[in-house]
């Protein structure tokens, strides 16, 4: 007999997803697996989502910032994913909000060595300054949701819209954040 179906949650970061998430808890409730690390680049492997899926055969929907690669099963189960996109201005708000919130409790050294050492203290210009000034792999730096699906792409495309395009296109549902309410009903 086949394995039941799941619903992947893709969570952008600063996409509404912790809202999306909780919404996935609360109807799943133990049936939902939350998959997140404390490291900013950590991507798991397809092999070790499959070992996961196919120990926690309960499970009918997972969240995660952490999985980059959409194959359309794993573990033997069908995934269908879904995801939220967000205005870009508007997601690099969330994230300068968020992280001067809550600079003193991130743990993530990956995500400490991409931001500003004062941080809290800066502007959004100045914050924003010193991501476009850093040339190296900082959240921000680029599109950030271009990036988040095709930094781990295998064959590292030259036109990364046009692969994170197709990425979602691959996906059963894709929302706007801005729209939620609406994006659901439909």
């Given amino acids: 007999m086949a394995s039941a179906p799941m619903i992947g949650h893709i969570h952008i970061p600063k996409c509404a997803g912790t809202a999306f998430r909780r919404l996935l808890e609360r109807y799943f409730g133990p049936r939902h697996l939350s998959l ?27 969240s995660s910032h952490h999985m980059q690669r959409f194959p359309p099963q794993l573990g033997g189960r069908d995934l269908y994913y879904v995801t939220f996109l967000r205005n870009p201005i508007q997601q690099f708000i969330s994230y300068n909000t968020h992280v001067k919130k809550y600079y003193g409790a991130i743990t993530s050294e990956s995500l400490l060595q991409a931001l500003p050492p004062e941080a809290p203290r800066l502007t959004s210009r100045e914050f924003a300054r ?32 046009t692969a994170a395009k197709s990425f979602l296109g691959g996906f059963f549902f894709v929302g706007i954040a801005e729209r939620m309410d609406e994006s659901i009903r439909r």
């Fill in 36 to 62: 997140y690390v404390d490291d900013t680049y950590y991507v798991y492997s397809n092999e070790d989502l499959a070992r996961c899926f196919l120990e926690h055969s309960e499970v009918r929907a997972f």
């Fill in 130 to 161: 010193w991501i476009l000034t850093h040339d190296r792999n900082i959240p921000f730096r680029e599109n950030y949701t271009v990036n988040f699906f095709t930094r781990h792409a295998l064959d590292a495309p030259a036109d990364r819209l």
